[in-house]
């Protein structure tokens, strides 16, 4: 998948390769579109983020972060250029990408699309490795080496939970969980509901399991 289906050079990951275009084979209905252009060998985004799913999970956390990267509609339009041939907006998620000429790189659907629903999740509960069982939560992220520190702020009703990763090549066994700077032995953060904010760490080193 990774030689044959991702783009550098565009930035996206390619349903199949190459695209079908006045072949004697009868793929179905995507042969209707033009030759990269959404099913037919273009980005058709669920599959990229499945992708970086599967390779998160498998422990290839640089993959999983380059597809992650690729994915985020904002880094299609960081200058002049780039705007102009991504041409969709950049705030939200494209349920598909162009990857053949003469649109190499153009965004299609917008808005409309599933594709972020999967996205969110990919953040949530693979990258950011949130494991939400009713009012308890555990962590198991997949994030690459050079996310060292980093934080989200998590809601749970009218309570804040401002949660603080940090990876470390000395961290040594399993995922470590402070709340309030209270040491939780279990590894599990009970949630609950007191409408005031907490502060929760998250140490850990690479490759870390519980």
Known sequence: MWAELVREDLQIVQLFAPPFDR??????????????VRENAGQYTHGAVWAAMALAMAGRNEQAATLLSFLNPINHALDPLAVERYKVEPYVLAADIYSQSPYPGRGGWTWYTGSAAWFYRLL???????????????????VPASWTEFKLHYRYYQTFYHIVYTQSRAHQGPIRLTLDAQPLQDGTLKLENDQREHTVEVHFGPGAVE
């Open 23 to 36: 072949s004697a084979l009868d793929p179905g209905y995507i042969k209707g579109y033009p030759p990269g």
């Open 124 to 142: 949530h509960e693979v990258i950011f490795g949130i494991v939400r069982n009713a009012d308890t939560m555990r962590f198991q992220p997949h």
